[in-house]
């Protein structure tokens, strides 16, 4: 289909919607548009975490402890952990 041609078929899709369907058709144009504004900045790179790293050192990428669970959260990752093979 060339793109006059799919460009016509929208438009005539686009009339037929009543106003709800058509407010969730702009929203998914908006967030086209967001996505294609976002992929086009560069990605960041962050420095790789090296072998040998102390609990301190990670902690700049945990942020802060929120919650009341962590006795919760640590039975259930030693629950639900396998082993590592290397």
Do not use: N
Not at 18 to 25: E, G, N
Not at 45 to 71: C, M, N, S, V, Y
Request: hydrophobic residues 30%; charged residues 30%.
């Amino acid at each position: 289909m060339s793109y006059p041609e799919l460009r016509q078929k929208i438009e005539q899709q686009l009339a037929q919607l009543p106003p709800d369907q058509l407010s969730l058709v702009s929203d998914f144009l908006d967030s086209l548009q967001h996505k294609s504004t976002i992929s086009q900045r560069p990605l960041r790179r962050l420095a790789p975490i090296k072998r040998g790293t102390k609990a301190d050192d990670l902690l700049k990428f945990a942020g802060t402890w929120q919650g009341d669970d962590l006795e919760d959260c640590l039975h259930s990752v030693k629950e639900t952990r396998s082993q590592t093979q290397f």
